[in-house]
């Protein structure tokens, strides 16, 4: 019995560490150009994910641009900070 509450709570640790989503932030410096360039280059997204997200992010302050765990995460989270975009992971 013991051995079915430890699984069943390391599941629920490996679900909770893969649902993190990579989010941007809005910022009054990139343009919309920009911005729909470096989704489309970093996050591998097509031109109308990266427009939706551009738009969301404008009007909404943020948008997850990306989802996956922590570690999984990093790398476009770095790529996005390196592309003078704002970003964090949540």
Do not use: R, W
Request: charged share 25%; with cysteine.
């Amino acid at each position: 019995m013991n051995q079915e509450k430890y699984l069943q709570e390391d599941e629920t640790i490996d679900l909770l560490d893969e649902e993190k989503s990579l989010i941007l932030l809005n910022d009054d410096v990139n343009t919309f150009g920009y911005v729909i360039e470096v989704l489309m280059k970093v996050c591998g997204h097509t031109l109308e994910q990266a427009e939706t997200c551009a738009m969301i992010t404008h009007y909404k302050g943020k948008c997850a641009v990306k989802s996956g765990s922590y570690d999984e995460l990093k790398p476009y989270h770095a790529a996005l900070l390196n592309h003078y975009l704002y970003a964090k992971i949540q």
